[in-house]
């Protein structure tokens, strides 16, 4: 399954993908933007948007990008660990 991460702490990037890994899945992040978002996002299974520390612009870039590909889409204000796992939980089982 692959993954795509927009928004979060850029000092936890490497947090994200081992945690991606452990539930046997490949990850991108982009916590910032640069360049043209929409050309790196690809077609992943699961966007998740953590939206307490990304710009709208960002925010609805991702989510276009993610409507035209039929991406599912899982939002959480808290860029932690925690709800990470727990979404990942949700959309893995």
């Known amino acids: 399954m692959s993954v795509v991460i ?14 991606c890994k452990q539930y046997k899945c490949n ?9 043209t978002l ?3 996002i690809g077609s992943p299974d699961l966007m998740v ?3 307490g520390t990304v710009s709208h612009k960002m925010v609805k870039c991702a989510l276009n990008e993610a409507k035209n590909r039929n991406t599912k889409i899982a939002r959480a204000h808290s860029s932690s660990i925690s709800a990470l796992k727990m979404i990942l939980e949700e959309h893995t089982a």
């Open 6 to 19: 927009v928004g979060g702490n850029d000092c936890m990037v490497c947090q994200y993908r081992n945690l």
């Open 38 to 40: 929409k050309n790196k």
């Open 49 to 51: 948007v953590f939206t």
């Open 27 to 35: 990850a991108k992040v982009f916590t910032q933007m640069n360049g």
